[in-house]
């Protein structure tokens, strides 16, 4: 009765691998960040350390390879199809769609944050002279 479940979370699962893992540079970009902890530098990141990153990408990369064995398992005869597998394969699905919308949203949301006008931090003094010149550079050469 559901033989195209199987058949398509063998084929979702690994792609959905691929865009969590390899395809959106999450190594590359993991391997850069700052992940102390706020406790160590006031920048660091609240929950997400390095160590939690690795054990969740870890656990998620897990789920899905176990998910995408199971499907191939029921759909070789090896484990009968029912509910158990079926419950435990949309499970690992929603785990591994969570984690790609969640990972989606936070790229999103760094990608598009407000940042600052490129002369923010510039701002001439009262006589109209750029930052860090004396207060006469600008007008006629006299202090007032």
């Given at each position: 009765m559901?033989?195209?479940f199987y058949a398509t979370s063998a084929q979702v699962l690994p792609v959905l691998m691929?865009?969590?893992?390899?395809?959106?540079?999450f190594l590359d970009r993991l391997g850069q960040q700052?992940?102390?902890t706020r406790r160590e530098d006031p920048d660091g990141v609240r929950f997400w350390t390095r160590p939690r990153v690795r054990a969740y990408s870890i656990f998620i990369v897990s789920t899905i390879m176990g998910g995408l064995t199971l499907s191939l398992l029921v759909l070789a005869?090896?484990?009968?199809?029912?509910p158990v597998p079926r419950t435990l394969l949309a499970v690992c699905l929603?785990?591994?769609?969570?984690?790609?919308?969640?990972?989606?949203?936070?790229?999103?949301?760094?990608?598009?944050?407000?940042?600052?006008?490129?002369?923010a931090g510039h701002r001439p003094n009262s006589t109209g002279a750029p930052a860090g010149s004396p207060a006469g550079a600008a007008g006629d050469g006299e202090a007032k």
């Open positions: 559901f033989p195209d691929l865009a969590l893992i390899w395809e959106s540079r700052n992940r102390h005869d090896y484990v009968a199809p029912g929603a785990l591994a769609v969570a984690t790609l919308l969640t990972r989606v949203v936070v790229d999103i949301l760094s990608a598009t944050r407000p940042t600052d006008p490129p002369n």
